[in-house]
């Protein structure tokens, strides 16, 4: 059993930032690919950046590249999401999602492929 604990998110003006943090218990959370995901009200969850395991391989949708940057310290069991530049768009709970199998740097980008789930962090972004 993997538990994961978001934390981080809040009350920010466009054009600020907060950094997510997702950290995960176990001893094997050096092992998991890492995601993050979001779902704003009536929207459902999407995807929002991924990270292989050792942190050598890094994927951001579209819409949050270079605003967003996803990492991690496998010697904290956490990762983290970066995020710059908010928009008002960017405005949902954020989740983060441990992917227990798969291949050597695989990064998923759907949800089917996460095991584990965090509680969720909100993120509000005011105009």
């Known amino acids: 059993q993997v538990q994961l604990v978001e934390s981080g998110g809040g009350l920010v003006q466009t054009g600020g930032s907060l950094r997510l943090s997702c950290t995960g218990s176990?001893?094997?959370?050096?092992?998991?690919?890492m995601g993050w995901f979001r779902q704003a009200p009536g929207s459902e969850r999407e995807y929002v950046a991924g990270?292989?395991?050792?942190?050598?391989?890094?994927h951001h949708t579209d819409s949050v590249k270079g605003r967003f940057t996803i990492s991690r310290d496998n010697t904290k069991n956490t990762a983290y999401l970066q995020m710059n530049s908010l928009k008002p768009e960017d405005t949902a709970v954020y989740y983060c999602?441990?992917?227990?199998?798969?291949?050597?740097?695989?990064?998923?980008?759907?949800?089917?492929?996460?095991?584990?789930w965090g509680q969720g962090t909100q993120v509000t972004v005011s105009s």
């Open positions: 176990g001893r094997n959370f050096s092992t998991y690919a």
């Open positions: 990270i292989s395991w050792s942190g050598t391989n890094t």
């Open positions: 999602g441990a992917a227990t199998t798969g291949p050597v740097n695989f990064i998923p980008t759907y949800q089917s492929a996460y095991d584990y």
